[in-house]
């Protein structure tokens, strides 16, 4: 019987071919395919590879090669039928018969295919036209090189949507199909069909084979949404799919781990700055059907992707609703972690800021699904009162009841009853609640004190903060223009940075220039590569071409936007050193509760909160 060609698509889709083989044999990782001693012919040394990104196995031996379904026919012994049944069966797929409507359904999706590739081609060409030079600038700003850009296929769709449609038109496609794929909208009344994207820098969006089903656009100018996505047509389902999820798969495959951003800016960060397994959801929160598709993407054992949410209430709100929708789904070595950012910062502006360091740092101070269930339901509880003790564990495990799978929630409940006990036996080490008339007990040595001066919202953490983009742009643009060192002089000398390489050169221009103010760029560039900084003067230079970074180093220089940035590197830069005295009190407090380190840690919280317009009473 013949199968609807759609449906064997689906089939291979579901079922990676490595997890089809290594039911059956014993596969071995060798770089981003598996091999084997091959199961067809008899032999010592593996010849037999599997390569899921390709979809199919091959045997330099003895010359097998398939896909999943040639693979079960031949090792389980099977007609083509029988292992398409088996193959449904493990994906969840009922086999349906073929039909002559099927076939052309088929049919016309190819060529919806054909045409919207057609589509991303018009878009990247447009980039690089005059019409596209504001949106090229645009991406160029965001620190996107020429490379970078054609790596993830960027364009741009100009005001006008009459070329896309005379292109389309010539290669033989009707308006109709133009507006079924989703890139124009029908007509009003006696006129032509309008393109739905217009004036917007242009992310094509894949499937999972890597085939461009839709697009997302970012206006450039005028009002409108900031970002629009392609409506939901025959290729794409918005809650289906997550941008980047073609490339993420193969990441996963190669060990990297899947990170869950907010958009498309954000995904592309993160891959640039090494971050292979980055997605993002298509303007919606995470659906449940996405997160299924995250557990396919990752190898067994590795099914725990990172979930990034911004540090405010907003992104605290996004993370609850996200636990909800994954509780019912949890199965064994199912998952997910929650990692919270900095306020007002997203994975783009950290690693652009703070470079990849700063990101990483978050990425390992990541929260296990547990625990971020604890603190959704226990922040904001007095659990000094035993009635606030019993109110959340009932909230806990009313949390647990949700998840489905049996093994899965009964280890969650453990875990809560576990996390219960110790809380109780917590406030039975300390004499039970506090004594009426505020009195506390002095505490035990070694022991941290609670209380409002030990708050452990407070604590600091260790984030280390790279500001090399900041700094390269500031010291090419003293290279270029020693001029300004009268104006920006006393402050460059006062930072220091965490860049070995560019303290050294900051230092140095801040010598040359100290000593000699009437130095010209030339002169000055000149005297720092012979003092051995060459490398580092050309990497700065570098940089600034690359990135085409102008407002300070080139001939009409933004003295106020290097002013700007200068004072921001400064503040960046007294904030991490106050965080590093705060680190470092909080720590000879633990090691020593002493009238004269808990004086130290007020004292530095003082300084901390009052640098950004508060006070530990609350106020400001």
């Not at 036209?129 to 090229?136: D, E, S």
């Not at 496609?173 to 820098?201: S, T």
């Not at 300390?430 to 009195?439: E, L, N, S, T």
Request: charged share 30%.
């Amino acid at each position: 019987m013949a199968l609807p060609p759609q449906f064997l698509e689906e089939l291979r889709t579901r079922l990676p071919l490595s997890d089809v083989v290594m039911k059956r044999i014993r596969l071995i990782r060798a770089g981003r395919e598996f091999k084997a001693p091959c199961p067809f012919h008899n032999e010592k040394s593996p010849s037999f590879y599997v390569n899921d990104q390709k979809g199919f196995f091959h045997c330099f031996g003895c010359g097998a090669h398939g896909d999943q379904i040639g693979f079960v026919m031949r090792h389980d012994n099977l007609s083509f039928m029988e292992a398409v049944e088996q193959l449904a069966a493990e994906a969840g797929l009922p086999v349906p018969k073929a039909s002559p409507q099927e076939r052309q359904r088929y049919e016309r999706q190819k060529s919806l295919y054909d045409l919207v590739e057609r589509a991303a081609k018009y878009y990247e060409q447009q980039l690089f036209t005059q019409a596209g030079q504001k949106a090229l600038d645009y991406l160029r700003r965001r620190g996107l090189d020429e490379e970078a850009i054609a790596r993830f296929r960027l364009g741009f769709a100009p005001q006008d949507g009459s070329g896309l449609h005379g292109m389309l038109t010539q290669a033989g496609y009707a308006e109709a199909d133009m507006i079924e794929a989703g890139l124009f909208k029908r007509p009003d009344a006696g006129r032509g069909a309008r393109a739905f994207f217009w004036g917007r820098v242009m992310f094509p969006v894949t499937d999972r084979r890597g085939r461009v089903v839709a697009f997302g656009g970012r206006i450039m100018e005028g009002e409108g949404p900031k970002y629009i996505n392609s409506a939901d047509n025959p290729l794409f389902h918005k809650g289906h799919l997550l941008y980047g999820m073609s490339r993420a798969r193969q990441a996963a495959a190669d060990g990297h781990t899947l990170i869950v951003t907010e958009g498309y800016m954000d995904v592309i960060s993160c891959v640039l700055a090494g971050f292979e397994g980055a997605v993002a959801p298509l303007g919606t929160a995470l659906t449940e059907t996405q997160i299924l598709e995250l557990w396919k993407l990752a190898p067994e054992g590795r099914r725990t992707p990172i979930l990034c949410f911004d540090g405010d209430n907003a992104g605290r709100r996004a993370a609850q609703r996200a636990v909800e929708r994954l509780l019912p789904l949890l199965v064994p070595d199912h998952s997910a972690c929650v990692a919270f950012l900095p306020e007002k910062e997203d994975p783009d502006s950290l690693i652009r800021t703070g470079g990849k360091a700063a990101l990483q740092a978050v990425l390992e101070r990541a929260k296990p699904l547990s625990e971020v269930l604890w603190e959704m339901e226990s922040v904001g509880r007095d659990l000094f009162q035993p009635d606030a003790r019993a109110g959340l564990e009932a909230a806990l495990f009313e949390r647990c009841a949700q998840i489905k799978d049996q093994r899965v929630r009964r280890a969650y409940e453990q875990d809560m009853r576990d996390r219960l006990f110790k809380l109780s036996r917590q406030h039975r080490a300390k004499g039970g609640p506090p004594r009426a008339g505020g009195g506390q007990r002095r505490p035990a040595p070694g022991e941290v004190p609670v209380s409002r001066l030990f708050d452990r919202a407070m604590v600091t953490g260790r984030i280390q903060v790279d500001f090399s983009a900041q700094a390269r742009t500031l010291l090419g643009g003293m290279l270029r223009n020693p001029r300004y060192f009268d104006q920006f002089g006393e402050r460059l000398a006062a930072i220091t940075l965490d860049n070995a390489a560019l303290e050294e050169l900051r230092q140095e221009i801040v010598n040359q220039l100290t000593s000699q103010p009437d130095m010209d760029g030339e002169s000055l560039v000149r005297i720092l590569c012979e003092l051995g900084l060459e490398e580092t003067v050309n990497d700065v230079l570098r940089y600034l071409e690359l990135r085409g970074l102008a407002w300070f180093s080139g001939a009409n220089p933004d003295v106020e936007k290097a002013a700007r940035d200068l004072l921001d590197i400064a503040r960046k830069v007294e904030d991490r050193d106050l965080r590093r005295e705060l680190a470092e009190a909080e720590e000879n407090l633990r090691r020593d509760f002493s009238e004269e380190n808990l004086s130290r840690l007020d004292q530095l919280r003082r300084e901390y909160l009052a640098a950004r317009g508060l006070s530990l009473d609350g106020e400001g």
